[in-house]
């Protein structure tokens, strides 16, 4: 299992260990992100299983790594909250256009068998992977992690949209 986290600038990551960068271009510009590893341990549960004779035996795996990556950059440690608001803000969209682009680089780096996306705000990272994979994504409280005003898009948004992503 492999978790995917953007720098939070309260948080102290002393114990992840730096990894080879992420490139991405945003708004135009080439960005570079500093990317941190580390593993917790996690407890799983014996596997159980019946034998012909009726048996119980038991097949202890012992714990299972959790792999965090941790990518950091400036844009990700300006955020006063794990979600930047206003959600329509140029600077807002280009965290997400960088955070999609990371998400997107380490998805091709580590080769996943799957590509569990937890909320809209990392869901364009599809656009940017280059190996197809299966995606399962999960939509879900909107009021809590913020909303998007309803805005009518013309040639003149969808073009400075384009130009950010």
Known sequence: LICVHAWFPTNNYSYATKVEPIHAVV?????????????????????????EEGAEEEDCVGPAPITFYIVDHPVFRRRGDIYPVPQTRKSTLQCYALWSQAVARL???????LFH??????????MYVERPLPIAIMLHNAEYQ???????????????????F
């Open 27 to 51: 708004s135009g510009k080439p960005m570079v992100c500093n990317v941190y590893r580390y593993d917790k341990p996690v407890w799983v549960p014996p596997k159980r299983e019946v034998t």
């Open 107 to 113: 998805i091709d780096r580590l080769q996943p068998d």
């Open 117 to 126: 996306c937890p909320d809209f705000h990392a869901a364009m990272a599809v």
């Open 146 to 164: 913020g909303s998007i005003a309803t805005q009518h898009m013309g040639r003149k948004e969808a073009v400075w949209f384009g130009e950010i």
